[in-house]
């Protein structure tokens, strides 16, 4: 099914241990996006591309690097994870940076702990 | 500051027991409002986009309206099925910003 997919959906890290969270779509949406949801809050946004070999920053960058070597994937790299990345992540795309009639397509999440 | 605030938090309604839930929005300029549907570990999924005061869309039993300062999501004769968190997000003029509110969190009862 076409979507965006997400691995893992479980993970529990060491504080200062690093991990990479996956996300691939095959909708060949050019604009894609991390998100992080916490309790009480909004969903934030962490980074962003409008594609391939583009990148920027979003709200909440600092602790987390992505790269965009191609159009299907957008990984998120913690470097040295901390208590306070604890949280639910999610991947979206859309063909587009504004999104417009068709909104965002998100994936199922990841769900991070860290100890 | 650009703010989006939904309310209420928390919503309990009988089957077939019509209400709505309102976002509102103080931006320096809109784009475009979303609604979105969360359900339990899941991630958010796409319901309306709206653009300009006055402007509506339906879907089943959801109908989203806009005024200037907020939006509506009128739930006709709800059923269990349409217990889920729902959120709202603007788009503002200029910039990549995709502003969220926190959500409504949805229980219909059988």
Redesign the interface.
Known sequence: NAGVTQTPKFQVLKTGQSMTLQCAQDMNHEYMSWYRQDPGMGLRLIHYSVGAGITDQGEVPNGYNVSRSTTEDFPLRLLSAAPSQTSVYFCASSYSLMAGEYGYTFGSGTRLTVV | EDQ?TQSPEALRLQEGESSSLNCSYTVSGL??L?W?RQDP???????F?LYSAGEEKEKERLKATLTKKESFLHITAPKPEDSATY?C?V?TSGT????????TRLKVLA
């Open positions: 989006v784009r475009g979303f979105y570990g899941k991630g958010p999924e796409f319901l986009t959120l997000a788009s990549y910003k995709y502003i969220f509110g926190t959500g």
